[in-house]
């Protein structure tokens, strides 16, 4: 928790249980007083890493490293601005390093990014990992996977021909292997007290289902939820590294009117800038011969013309009734080609920014919406997952283990979701401790 902030979080990062290194790097840039969070809000970066060696995993700290550091230097001016330049900046870097070392060439990694300020959560995105939002009974997915399996269920979605599934871990979009890379913004959006965010790679969401993660990270505390989240990943296998993030908004946080707000830039140069207009030269010649001829025509009226005029009657010769036409029609055509020079002359010159307005959003997102409600069928998904992982227990320990199960299908089905959810922690927490121990390891750092 920042310092004049509500917010609460809490994050974990862990190997796995088959890989070799953990490819996967995570950061968290808070602010430090009220002031600083209304310019910078707080950011939160995931990247998972891509290459063989050290590849992998210098290209998911160089963008851990890079976001968070540009971010800061732009976010006061525009926070969309920012996210783009940031992460643009990490992909310049990883693939200037790539380029220059055998060993690191055609490194990548995903990166993803949230930042929640006071007028929303914004989101800044490549790749595969991901962001959520619980609220309430529902959670959604702020991000787009840059992954085959996702372009192809939107061909399908579309009315394309049936194709067969594709692998899931095949990214379309990363950064480093290429000099330029396309950036999703999505935001921002509005932001409500206990709005619960999970920023995640995809060992997490590859091994345990959206409705799951709604579940177990918008009904336990920050702390508690990385903890059973990660031991569920563990439980059904976790073949790859696992990060998570989880972020809960307090009423500091939540999102305020932006009723006169400066619009945000989204360019540092100006675009799409009319050229300088020059002198209307034609619509000011026709209005001075259009002036001059109807001189020439008023002094073609008689007197007598002139005269009738004035007493609210047409002239009776026809030359004073053709003179009058005629000076009606060239004063039409002085009144319009003035004002024809005039508009041009104020449209001309100016320059145009790229800006997002208040109350404006970038991106397509919310992409996918389930519902996250507890269910026997949701708690038993968990509690039977728990049960099948007891097999790799000693006698006492799985023991142990199965009792904690058994007290949370008990808690489950007298619909005592707090006390089931509390049993569930507990058991997943045994299984990550056991592993750790097993593996030789000291518990992954969580805050």
């Not at 979080?9 to 490819?23: C, P």
């Not at 409600?373 to 790799?392: C, F, H, Q, T």
């Amino acid at each position: 928790m920042g310092s004049g902030t509500t917010l609460e979080y809490s994050d974990v990062s862990h190997i796995g249980l088959r890989r070799h290194k953990n490819q996967d790097s995570h950061a968290i840039l808070a602010p430090w007083s009220r002031e600083q969070f209304r310019r910078n809000g707080w950011l939160f970066v995931v990247a998972d890493g891509m290459g063989a060696h050290a590849a992998g995993e210098t290209a998911s700290d160089l963008a851990a490293k890079t976001v968070p550091a540009a971010y800061q230097r732009l976010a006061s001016r525009s926070p969309p601005l920012a996210l783009l330049s940031s992460i643009r900046q990490a992909n310049d870097l990883i693939n200037q390093q790539g380029d220059a070392s055998a060993d690191l060439r055609g490194m990548g990694t995903t990166c993803t990014v949230l930042a929640v300020l006071p007028r929303g959560a914004l989101v800044g995105h490549v790749g595969d990992s991901r962001v959520y939002r619980i609220r309430g009974d529902t959670i959604e997915q702020f991000s787009r996977d840059h992954s085959l399996a996702w372009e192809v269920e939107a061909l399908q979605q579309r009315g394309g021909e049936p194709i067969p599934p594709p692998p899931k871990n095949i990214i379309t979009r990363s950064l480093g292997p290429h000099a330029r890379v396309d950036i999703d913004l999505e935001g921002p959006f509005a932001v409500e007290e206990g709005d619960t965010f999970v920023v995640c790679s995809d060992g997490l969401s590859g091994q345990v289902a959206d409705e799951e993660i709604g579940l177990l990270a918008g009904s336990l505390p920050p702390a508690q939820a990385v903890e059973s989240l990660l031991g569920l990943a563990l439980v059904r296998g976790a073949p790859d590294n696992v990060t998570i993030i989880i972020a809960r908004a307090g009423r500091h946080e939540a999102t305020t009117s932006d009723a006169g707000e400066p619009a945000w830039p989204l360019s540092t140069e100006e675009v799409d800038a009319p050229p300088p207009q020059p002198l209307p030269i034609r619509p000011l010649a026709l209005a001075a011969g259009a002036l001059l001829a109807a001189l020439v025509a008023a002094s073609l009226n008689s007197t007598e013309g002139w005269d009738a005029l004035r007493r609210g009657q047409w002239p009776a010769t026809l030359q004073d009734g053709l003179a009058l036409s005629f000076l009606g029609g060239l004063s039409l055509l002085f009144v319009a080609s003035l004002a024809l020079a005039v508009a041009r002359l104020l449209s001309g010159g100016g320059s145009a920014t790229l800006v997002l307005p208040p109350g404006k959003r970038l991106g397509g997102g919310p992409y996918r919406s389930f519902s996250c409600r507890s269910s026997p069928e949701l708690v038993e998904g968990i509690i039977a997952s728990l049960e099948s992982a007891a097999d790799g227990f000693d006698e006492a320990e799985g023991e142990a283990f199965l009792q904690k199960a058994a007290a949370a299908r008990a808690a489950a089905r007298a619909n005592d979701v707090p006390a089931a959810l509390a049993a569930v922690h507990h058991a997943l927490s045994i299984y990550r401790q056991a592993v750790d121990a097993a593996r030789g390891q000291q518990p992954p750092n969580s805050a």
